[in-house]
């Protein structure tokens, strides 16, 4: 089906884009009854809203002319939550609207905003912003809102999220009260129902959103690896996938250690958080959208709105917070119509929580193990078969250099070479524990111990080192000396019991082989050595705490008073006139 526009400006813009087909939320905002209407429009993330929107104003303040008209003032404000966001919508309105003479602008934290108050000087027809520069510009005088005829605010849930409600209620009320306000969401929450009839007049609700299916075009997965090794899972899972990828984290430490690990395996991988300016963000994203980065490790910033062509997979490194988190962040891929992979890299112990993110969201993920070395490198040389280079027709001097090489050199010599070169820019894949898929489920009838409990949970493993009670044992520097050792977390340690002379602990099953693996691999003659042990018997009696005198040291409560013979009237009319002049 075509785009019901009869704008040739519009028309021309779309038809060179490519854009063919309308989605549904696009076919929605053009239908009759929505045209020049405030409105109230959720959609799916990918289904192509900026365009949506774009289309739907020009209704508004294009209508049947061929060309926007000159006008020093905008007559349409786009507010959007993200700064990246932001600027995206700022290219596509530019390209659809370019035909038609249109002029806008972009106002964003990060740039420079003299330069933005310049361009807002010399007229523009569209100004894309942030809630806070926007607001910081009206309160310059540098943006004026007479004779604005429409308004969008883009991801409004994220907005609200963010905590720009008062930023939002300036902008709106310094809008004319005649202007068409075109509210898109992801959902339709109380707080956006409650904007919604606060800044709309007679909105037509527009829901293309399904409630009971997942995205049709994204293949969700979910990778079990122990808790320590889920970097070398990545890593595994990077090069067996050989797509364009982006990894989520859930905070900007570790976007920093990700990407710093990624760079020294060799990949071409970029960093996308907060704490980057603006000018670095946009680096980062134009090196993965033309090719020239393969990984963006990124935080939740990316998480909105971002448009990434060719984006074929989405990794979550760290477990999504909620459901909308997840269908966000996986929205990155399968946009427009193509085809994606999302992938949850999952250890034993959070595989419950996976599970309930995945059943909140109505996604069934198969679950895998992640790819091994032998697998990968057999990927490779399938991949090599299909080199663009050994389909390539050769011209002339190719061909007299090949010559040569065949005389010198024979046929397995120079393919082993050319082996060598294909392939000599692939990371070396990691060395990942496999845990088998039903053991590295939690048992649904454990529950948790506390620390130092005298008897197990029934579902670990128990291991024991040579420090007791003689020696100081305590959970306060066991717990956190076992984390680090077994390169596990503290909710995978079960009870701990401390004896004269040794002290036995339980391992969580799923990650008891990795624990021992990863603790015994680290071991040095002057390190507690770690041992498989029995569990202790439920009715031996704990070591005996120590008698005797108190250790010396900094005895309880204040310290006695030091006493002292009787002051002289000299000594004291000298601490009197020394302590004059404080009071």
């Known amino acids: 089906m075509a785009f019901p526009i009869d704008n040739p400006a519009l028309a021309e813009a779309l038809t060179e884009r490519g854009y063919s087909n309308p989605t549904s939320v696009q076919l929605a905002v053009l239908q009759p009854e929505a045209e020049g209407r405030d409105l109230l429009v959720s959609a799916q993330t990918g289904s192509g809203k900026t365009v949506a929107f774009g289309l739907a104003l020009a209704s508004t303040i294009l209508g049947a002319n061929a060309a926007l008209p000159a006008t020093r003032l905008p007559l349409v404000l786009v507010i959007a939550p993200t700064r990246e966001l932001a600027l995206q919508v700022h290219a596509e309105l530019t390209w659809l609207y370019e035909k038609a003479g249109g002029r806008i602008v972009s106002c964003v934290g990060g740039m420079d905003p003299r330069r933005e108050a310049r361009m807002l000087a010399a007229g523009c027809h569209i100004v894309v912003g942030t809630p806070g520069r926007l607001q910081d510009h009206i309160d310059r005088g540098n943006l004026s809102l007479a004779e604005l005829e429409a308004v ?13 409600k008062d930023e939002l209620d300036f902008i709106l009320s310094a809008a004319p009260e005649s202007r068409r306000t075109l509210l898109f969401s992801a959902t339709i929450s109380r707080e956006i129902a409650a904007l919604a009839r606060t800044y709309q007049h007679n909105a037509l609700r527009i829901d293309t959103v399904s409630r009971t299916e997942p995205h049709a075009d994204i293949e969700y997965r979910a990778i079990v690896a122990p808790g320590h090794e889920i970097e070398a899972a990545l890593v595994n899972l990077l090069r067996a996938q050989d797509a364009r990828a982006i990894v989520f984290c859930a905070t900007r430490d570790n976007v920093r250690h990700l990407h710093a690990s990624l760079l020294a395996r060799g990949f071409n991988a970029v960093a996308l958080s907060g704490e980057l300016s603006q000018a670095e963000r946009n680096t980062a994203l134009n090196a993965l959208r033309e090719g020239r980065a393969q990984v963006c490790i990124a935080t939740d910033v990316a998480a909105r709105g971002l448009d990434l062509p060719d984006l074929g997979l989405v990794i979550h490194a760290d477990l999504p917070t909620n459901k909308a988190t997840l269908l966000h962040r996986s929205g990155r891929t399968g946009r427009a119509g193509r085809k994606g992979v999302c992938v949850l890299l999952v250890s034993p112990v959070k595989r419950r929580r996976a599970e309930m993110l995945l059943g909140s969201a109505n996604i069934e993920a198969t679950w895998h193990t992640p790819p091994t070395p032998e697998q990968i490198r057999a990927l490779d040389g ?34 082993a070479a050319f082996v060598r070169l294909a392939q000599a820019h692939l990371p070396e894949p990691a060395h990942v524990t496999i845990l088998p898929l039903e053991q590295s489920r939690p048992a649904r009838t454990a529950k948790p111990q506390p620390i130092g409990a005298v008897t197990g949970s029934g579902n670990g493993v128990w291991f024991s080192l040579p420090a007791g009670r003689k020696n100081n044992a305590d959970p306060k520097w066991l717990i956190p000396l076992l984390c680090k050792r077994g390169g596990i977390t503290k909710a995978e340690i079960g009870a701990i019991r401390i004896f004269d002379r040794e002290t036995k602990f339980e391992i969580f099953a799923p990650a008891a082989e990795s624990f021992y693996a990863a603790a015994t691999a680290q071991a040095t003659p002057a390190d507690l050595l770690i041992e498989p042990s029995t569990p202790p018997s ?6 005996p705490r120590p008698q005797g005198p ?3 040291g900094k005895p309880y409560g204040k310290p006695p008073r030091e006493k002292t013979g009787p002051v002289s009237e000299q000594e004291r009319r000298r601490k009197n006139k020394a302590t004059k002049g404080l009071k």
Do not use: N, W
């Not at 439920?538 to 070591?543: D, I, K, L, S, Y």
């Open 382 to 415: 399938e991949r090599l078969l299909e080199h663009p280079l050994l389909t390539q027709t050769p011209d002339p001097e190719q061909q007299s250099a090949a010559a040569g090489l065949l005389e010198r050199f024979s046929p397995e010599a120079i393919a």
């Open 550 to 552: 108190k250790p010396a």
């Open 152 to 164: 969008v605010l883009d991801e409004a849930d994220e907005m609200l999220d963010l905590g720009f």
């Open 538 to 543: 439920p009715g031996a009696p704990r070591a």
